[in-house]
T-cell receptor, first 112, second 116 residues
């Protein structure tokens, strides 16, 4: 049972434009969400996180939005750069839990 | 500060064999989690250890097992390998994974296991 879903396996964006990656979850107990970036042959690296008490968190070119009522979060990258080309995973966890649930990933390609 | 170290990076085994993967967490991190990544399946949770105790286990058969040592280093073992076990196995460490609000996982580069 996939509790965290990324329905777009891939996304292509022109350099300089906005990239929007989406993630949906089913478990209403999730209250902490993270985005990870993964290059081939490397482990995922942490990008940005958001707690359920917020609806937006920014870090430079990266912004994560959380819509709790829709159980939906999105990652905005502005402006997109070729170095952003990677697979992006969203992850979620619940208070008191010892496990993060990951989505299946979205492969982002930024075209120069 | 050294990151999470996984050894070996690559491994080729045949069906029926067993394999042991190793993970050294970031110094001071007491929680170690293991994930399996296969194309199209994302990261599937295997298990999590904290202070040498398995706190949580994913939906994998008993052929997958692990342990954690007193220095927080962890090993994962897969017995009677099957072709479908071919995957990237990732280890991640964190301070405590006790939901302190800013907890996050730090991943190693993984062990790419190929079962022939």
């Amino acid at each position: 049972d996939q509790q965290v879903k990324q329905n777009s396996p891939s996304l292509s964006v022109q350099e300089g434009r906005i990239s929007i990656l989406n993630c949906d979850y089913t478990n209403s107990m999730f209250d902490y969400f993270l985005w990870y970036k993964k290059y081939p042959a490397e482990g995922p690296t942490f990008l940005i996180s958001i707690s359920s008490i917020k609806d937006k968190n920014e870090d430079g070119r990266f912004t994560v939005f959380l819509n709790k009522s829709a159980k939906h979060l999105s990652l905005h990258i502005v402006p997109s750069q070729p170095g952003d080309s990677a697979v992006y995973f969203c992850a979620a966890s619940a208070s008191g839990g010892n496990q993060f649930y990951f989505g299946t990933g979205t492969s982002l390609t930024v075209i120069p | 500060k050294a990151g999470v170290t996984q050894t070996p990076r690559y491994l080729i085994k045949t069906r029926g064999q067993q394999v042991t993967l190793s993970c050294s967490p970031i110094s001071g991190h007491r929680s170690v989690s293991w994930y399996q990544q296969t194309p199209g399946q994302g990261l599937q949770f295997l298990f999590e250890y904290f202070s040498e105790t398995q706190r949580n286990k994913g939906n994998f058969p008993g052929r997958f097992s692990g342990r954690q040592f007193s220095n927080s280093r962890s090993e994962m073992n897969v017995s009677t390998l099957e072709l479908g076990d071919s995957a990237l196995y990732l280890c991640a460490s964190s301070l405590a994974l006790r939901r302190t609000g800013n907890e996050k996982l730090f991943f190693g580069s993984g062990t790419q296991l190929s079962v022939l």
